[in-house]
């Protein structure tokens, strides 16, 4: 199979190219496009056939939900069997934009999208590409990120390339996503809504719109087991191995492991913040940013991830950032790119 990539600008969308994609849609096939998120690898999400092909690209587990993505609220009506109260206020609130919240799912939604769970995830995207190719394919689309499954998001086009070149016929290339980290996830299909994955809508900023809002144990606790099925899987994994380092000299701590593994003929990868960035010198290295500015590590995070791989690197040392607000929502991606392999300092 040839994949091709078609490039289009999010102020002046292609209707051409946006027709072209919903009509591999309609065949039944797969096309990666853009989200404010992460790139997608979407199917018809009523076509089952369609959506067990983006597990058999990816490599995905199967039962490993999909989420559907709409591209107008009313939609959501035909796709699930009730919608209670905290759920209509977190859509008044948070929606089109990176929030996917579980429902009870009506008989219309296959069970390989649920992976046979009587619940299903949906969102609505506020990516302009996203939501122009949504409505041109007239039914919900299946979508999971597009890439191989374990490795990082893809946030650019050309990540999306490295992972499914001759799997997949077409990819929209809508430039970087603007968050780089996946949505909140909310399950509320329960009495209580309850945060299973974070994402850019914090716990902090949803206990404002729902006070009785919790976080899933396992984020609480990593003895927990995830009650979300494609929690329990590895994820976010670069081909190097991770490992992290939190607390006010982390640099320096940093820097005195790189030398040791360097002296052990190993390639050692940074990933730090802007104002240690000089202390590596001659290492490969990459800044997160700011310290302060945990909305642009987040865009970024993925990206230094691949970069490092790119660069073949043995290993890769890594500042993190305290467990709060948005910095749960990227130690949560962090801790499993590194397989937990979290210091304190």
């Known amino acids: ?3 091709k990539i078609f490039s289009l600008d999010k102020d002046d969308i292609d209707e051409e190219i946006i027709s072209q994609a919903a009509n591999i849609i309609n065949e039944g096939e797969l096309v990666a496009f853009p989200t404010e998120t992460v790139y997608g690898l979407g199917a018809d999400g009523l076509n089952s056939n369609a959506c067990e092909k983006i597990f ?7 039962d490993n939900p999909l989420i559907l993505h709409i591209s107008n609220k009313n939609l959501l009506y035909n796709l699930v069997d009730d919608i209670n109260e905290d759920a209509k206020k977190l859509i008044e609130s948070c929606w089109p934009g990176p929030l996917t919240l579980i429902m009870k ?35 919900p689309i299946a979508a999971p990120s597009a890439n191989s499954s374990g490795k990082p998001s893809p946030t650019r086009a050309k990540d999306v390339y490295q ?28 009495e209580n809504p309850v945060i299973l ?3 850019y809508y914090t716990y902090e900023d949803l206990k404002i719109i729902i006070p009785t809002i919790s976080l899933d144990d396992s984020l609480v606790s990593d003895d927990k087991i995830p009650k979300s099925p494609g929690q329990k899987y590895k994820h976010y994994s670069p081909n190097a191995l991770m490992k992290v380092y939190i607390g006010g000299n982390a640099a320096d701590v940093i820097l005195d492991q790189a030398d040791k593994l360097k ?13 240690s960035i000089t202390k590596f010198g001659d290492y490969k290295s990459m800044s997160f940013g700011n310290r ?11 990206t230094a991830l691949r970069e490092m791989d790119n660069n073949g690197v043995d290993i890769i040392l890594a500042e993190g950032v305290s467990d709060d607000n948005l910095g749960k929502s990227i130690m949560n991606r962090m801790k499993k790119s590194a397989s937990n392999n979290i210091f304190y300092i």
Not at 56 to 62: L, Q
Not at 105 to 111: G, L, M, Q, R, Y
Not at 168 to 177: A, E, Q, R, T, Y
């Open 56 to 62: 058999k690209a990816k490599g995905r587990p199967s």
């Open 292 to 302: 302060d500015n945990l909305s642009y590590m987040s865009h970024v995070l993925y």
């Open 197 to 199: 994955r974070p994402g």
């Open 105 to 139: 799912k009506s008989d219309i939604v296959p069970d390989i999208v649920t992976a046979g769970l009587d619940t299903v995830a949906i969102r609505m995207p506020s990516d302009k590409i996203a939501s122009k190719f949504i409505e041109k394919s007239n039914t």
């Open 263 to 275: 002296n052990q003929g190993l390639k050692v990868g940074i990933l730090t913040f802007n104002d």
């Open 163 to 190: 992972d499914l070149n001759g799997k997949i016929p077409m990819i929209l290339d809508g430039g970087s996503c603007k968050f780089g980290i996946e949505s909140t996830v909310v399950d509320c299909s329960e």
């Open 1 to 3: 199979m040839i994949t």
